[in-house]
């Protein structure tokens, strides 16, 4: 077990899992770290829960499925954890003519997937074009992929390494122009469309044609991860990965504080940071300072040396349930079965979303609140006693969309209110059976139902008005000149260091900016660098 010490080579604040990603890394060079965490436990929103009372079933409560953690900083830090494949990649239902009806796109059968293609648009061709648009995005993201645990490349670098017709065509779709002109180009049918934009508004307000490209940076991170874009359930529930991160880390000397509560960074020729544990104050010194929290936090911290920063506005409404069967849909030919085990994407079509994001930014509830569910245990039953798994129960996460942070300020609670019942009523609008019937109750009696506002997520995990990512997204590259061959983790200080979203690079599950921050701190100290 690590000795507690009033100096550390590197002090980490927040023990979210690229923090822990950043002091496996730093404890196995053979420094001494120690990591501050506000929360009583590790992990941050990589985690796994009981959310309800006497209900013995677990929910990855805040992040849901995993794509972009690199296979090397598993095999660098030794983890133990496991993610397994859903055999759907995607249900989306419908109406059309009055008839209800639905997109089933399988990860294991590809002629089940042309067949739902066909009874939708009524021929082979729209499902040609996706499958043309997969393919430009694969090649995106198997030349993308690999340069995230490097330092970073210029605009041209990386545009150099797109040569030929196919991946000119993806980086000019991706990177030069809105999203929406390439994806309309290709893509005809608005459900279709819909499916294929879904990515790019995960947390954030945004539309297929913003001229920022907002919705161009986001999209990229949720199509390259692994190569593929694929996403995957994580055995035992996302708090496997903290587990096992946290695990290294202490196998590799990290000092762990959790209750933690950092107050105050004071940086010069000897750094200082100051925080709150068992209401007593407490200051170590520092060589090396990294920051796991939202830049916009870390800034109210550094009391004698500012940083700028801005607050990126969150657009995002989760909800977490325990349901004793799986609902029947109105969408004949498909049993709940397959449509629960992919991602089931509601009232998330190409048009409705462009309303949806409208009606968002004036301030208002969408009236059709897109959003999309996963139910994790259709893959995973381990997160399930077994008389719960016995008796048919499963665990449905959902994320909803364009619920940008300011509708809640006024009343947090009585939105929040409102807003889950609006996605019950619009799920209602595709089952045959009311979800509300579906859910398990608890010892008290009470439904297994919770919801999550951007004001919670602020309040809970310390994200800026709910945004998820810390802040907007970055380019897998740099235009700033000065910053090619830097990690995307430097700040103005040459002793503190972004180690989590907030980095270049950063913002989902994915480890990166904590590699990256660890690498920067090898770098300066002149140790080897472990990629």
Not at 123 to 138: C, G, I, P, T, V
Not at 341 to 360: I, L, P
Not at 443 to 461: H, N, Q, R, S, Y
């Amino acid at each position: 077990m690590a000795t507690e010490q009033s100096k550390y080579d590197v002090v980490i604040i927040g023990g979210g899992h690229n923090g822990l990603v950043s002091a496996a890394y730093l404890a196995k060079a053979g420094l001494s770290v120690l990591v501050l965490e506000r929360q009583p436990q590790t992990g941050g929103a990589v985690q796994t829960v009981q959310a309800f009372n006497g209900v013995e079933a677990k929910l990855s409560r805040y992040s849901y499925l995993l794509s972009l953690f690199p296979r090397q900083i598993s095999t660098d830090l030794g983890l133990k954890f496991e993610s397994r494949r859903r055999t759907v990649a995607s249900f989306t239902p419908t109406v059309r003519n009055g008839q209800h009806m639905a997109l089933l796109i399988s990860n294991v059968d590809e002629g089940s997937t042309v067949e739902s293609f066909r009874q939708l648009t009524g021929n082979n061709s729209e499902y040609l074009a996706y499958q043309r648009f997969n393919r430009l995005m694969e090649t995106f993201a198997q030349k993308v992929w690999p340069t995230l645990l490097s330092p970073l490349q210029s605009r041209s670098e990386m545009q150099s390494q797109f040569k030929d017709t196919d991946a000119q065509e993806a980086w000019n779709l991706l990177i030069e122009e809105p999203l929406g002109i390439g994806l309309e180009r290709i893509l005809h049918d608005d459900r279709v469309r819909g499916l294929a934009f879904t990515n790019a508004k995960i947390g954030v307000l945004t539309h297929p044609h913003d001229p920022s490209l907002l919705q161009n940076r986001t999209y990229l991170y949720h199509i390259i991860g692994q190569g593929t874009g694929e996403w995957q359930v994580v055995i035992g529930g996302m708090g496997s990965i903290s587990v096992a991160l946290e695990q290294a880390a202490l196998a590799a000397g990290v000092h762990i504080k959790t209750s933690a509560a950092v107050d105050a960074v004071h940086l010069g020729t000897e750094s200082s940071v100051s925080y709150i544990q068992n209401d007593q104050t407490h200051t170590v010194q520092a060589k090396y300072i990294l920051s796991n929290v939202a830049p916009s936090v870390l800034s109210t911290l550094l009391i004698d040396n500012p940083l700028p920063s801005q607050i990126d506005e969150g657009a995002v409404f989760k909800i977490n349930m325990v349901l004793k069967k799986l609902p029947r849909l109105k969408a004949k030919g498909y049993t709940p079965e397959q449509a629960f085990n992919g991602t089931f994407h509601m009232d998330e079509g190409y048009e409705a979303m462009n309303a949806s994001y409208q009606q968002a930014m004036q301030g208002l509830i969408p009236d059709q609140p897109p959003g999309e569910m996963y139910c994790q245990t259709m893959t995973d039953p381990s997160t399930l006693s077994p008389e719960l798994r016995a008796a048919g129960y499963q665990t449905i996460t959902l994320f909803g969309l364009d619920m940008r942070a300011k509708i809640f300020e006024a009343d947090n609670a009585g939105t929040r209110e409102k807003v889950l019942r609006s996605y019950m009523k619009a799920i209602d609008s595709y089952l045959e059976d009311d979800l509300e019937d579906c859910l398990a109750l608890d010892v008290d009696g009470k439904p297994c139902i919770e919801a999550k506002t951007p004001l919670d997520l602020e309040a809970e995990l310390g994200l800026p008005q709910g945004n998820i990512f810390h802040n907007n997204l970055t380019w897998p590259f740099t235009d700033d000149t000065a910053q090619v061959g830097t990690w995307g983790v430097e700040t103005a200080y040459p002793n503190l260091f972004i180690c989590g979203s907030g980095a270049a690079r950063g913002g989902c599950v994915s480890g990166v900016p904590g590699h990256n921050a660890a690498m920067k701190v090898l770098e300066c100290e002149g140790l080897p660098l472990n990629r």
